[in-house]
């Protein structure tokens, strides 16, 4: 038994030795500035705090609509903008299942979601 317990120390030791724990990882220095989009995404879904949609261009704030009635709305949205972006953005009470939806829809469609958040 005590031989047993020797050999996996020494395994153990070995391949502890042998492993390269030293990665190395390109992480941005503190003096360097965060370049701002240059080609930002114009055609934008709002999911609002009671889980109804305003699509961007186009869309008003005072007349959300429901899910079903985006759809065909955000396709041209995209399609204007010549670009397979699409940028949602979310209310902090909105349902996850009510930013899903567009995230679905984006992925069925095959365009870029681009998930915009407040600081």
Same mark, same amino acid.
């Given at each position: 038994?005590? %031989?047993?317990?020797?050999?996996?120390?020494?395994?153990?030791?070995?391949?502890? *030795?042998?492993?390269? =724990? $030293?990665?190395? @990882?390109?992480?941005? #220095?503190?003096? $360097?500035?965060?370049? /701002?989009? @240059? %080609?930002?995404?114009?055609? +934008? !879904?709002?999911? +609002? &705090?009671?889980? $109804?949609? !305003?699509? *961007?261009?186009?869309?008003?704030?005072?007349?959300?609509?429901?899910?079903?009635?985006? #759809?065909?709305? +955000?396709?041209?949205?995209?399609? #204007?903008?010549?670009?397979?972006?699409?940028? @949602?953005?979310?209310?902090? =009470?909105?349902?996850? &299942?009510? !930013?899903? =939806?567009? *995230?679905? *829809?984006?992925?069925? =469609?095959?365009?870029? /979601? !681009?998930?915009?958040?407040?600081?």
């Amino acid at each position: 038994m005590t %031989d047993l317990v020797f050999l996996l120390l020494i395994f153990f030791i070995i391949m502890s *030795l042998m492993s390269n =724990n $030293q990665t190395p @990882i390109d992480l941005p #220095k503190t003096d $360097q500035d965060i370049k /701002p989009v @240059i %080609d930002p995404v114009e055609a +934008t !879904v709002i999911v +609002t &705090e009671d889980n $109804q949609y !305003v699509v *961007l261009p186009g869309g008003s704030m005072e007349e959300p609509m429901e899910f079903d009635e985006i #759809k065909e709305i +955000t396709a041209s949205a995209v399609e #204007k903008s010549g670009k397979m972006k699409l940028k @949602i953005a979310g209310h902090r =009470n909105a349902s996850y &299942e009510a !930013v899903f =939806n567009v *995230l679905a *829809l984006s992925q069925a =469609n095959a365009w870029d /979601p !681009v998930l915009s958040y407040d600081k």
